[in-house]
């Protein structure tokens, strides 16, 4: 089995820095379909990436640590934490990845050794709707962070003080504000062309996961890296435009005079 057992999680814990750089990936993001054995494929659109959920089918959202150090990953689905079951906020307890670690988080986590499997299910069956949460149903997130190291040496810090002023000053610039600007005037373009949404994620049945605690305290506050992906049923996303419209296939032979001698008039 790929995934790696024990998976660890830690608690909220922030380490008094500014914020980090958010340009570099520390994660990456998959849905892998367990019925069918198989990475579900992504769709842009609109500035948004979307995956095609089959109703009834298990899933998993699989994290790849992309750095050579400890990630804190906070995994939100439809809104929710997925190990502590409370509306996602991204100071929340996540999953640690060791140095370029695989991870499967495959449901809610009921305890250090079990899981509510993640299955793609109506929206009404949803395990948000169903408590009462159904407002970010259809989006899966990861927020990742950086772990803080031990400050230098104090001859080090004398050392970095010598270099030239510009050197210190580089790349001071906030991007996040025009970034969060450009998100937003995406979202207001894409909600008019929204279809009513038509899968959630349900609590499926409970299953062996063990997992233990660490600490892990965080570089910043802010997460290095955010994460999403959007998914709903075929018929959803065709009606929004991400899929293109699928017309019945036939197995017929096709004929080239398929209409034959006139029919009686009952």
């Known amino acids: 089995m790929k995934r790696l057992i024990p998976a ?46 089959r109703p009834g089918h298990r899933y998993a959202v699989v994290l790849q640590n992309l750095t050579g150090e400890r990630v804190l990953a906070v995994v939100s689905v439809d809104g929710v934490n997925a190990i502590s079951g409370e509306t996602a906020g991204a100071g929340q307890a996540g999953y640690v990845l060791g140095p370029w670690q695989r991870m499967e988080v495959r449901g809610w986590r009921k305890d250090l050794s079990q899981v509510a499997e993640f299955e793609f299910t109506a929206l009404g069956d949803s395990y948000t709707a169903r408590t009462g949460r159904p407002g970010n149903v259809g989006v899966i997130g990861v927020a990742a962070f950086r772990e803080r190291r031990p400050p230098p040496p104090r001859w080090e810090d004398e050392i970095a003080q010598a270099a030239p002023a510009e050197r210190a000053r580089g790349g001071t610039a906030d991007a996040a504000a025009p970034a969060a600007a450009a998100e937003s005037a995406r ?60 017309w019945p296939h036939s197995h017929r032979q096709p004929e080239a005079f398929p209409i034959g001698f006139a029919p009686d008039p009952y």
């Open 8 to 53: 660890l999680f830690a608690l909220a814990t922030l380490a008094s820095l500014p914020a980090a750089a958010r340009s570099a990936a520390l994660v990456d993001l998959q849905v892998l379909d367990l019925d069918r054995h198989e990475t579900l494929p992504r769709h842009p659109h609109h500035g948004r990436e979307f995956i095609e959920g």
């Open 187 to 246: 979202a207001e373009a894409y909600a008019g062309s929204v279809q009513r949404q038509q899968l959630g994620t349900g609590h499926g049945q409970r299953r062996w996961d063990a997992a233990r605690t660490t600490h892990f305290e965080r570089q910043s506050a802010h997460p290095n890296q955010v994460l999403s992906l959007w998914y709903d049923s075929t018929e959803a996303l065709v009606a929004r435009g991400v899929l293109p419209a699928r």
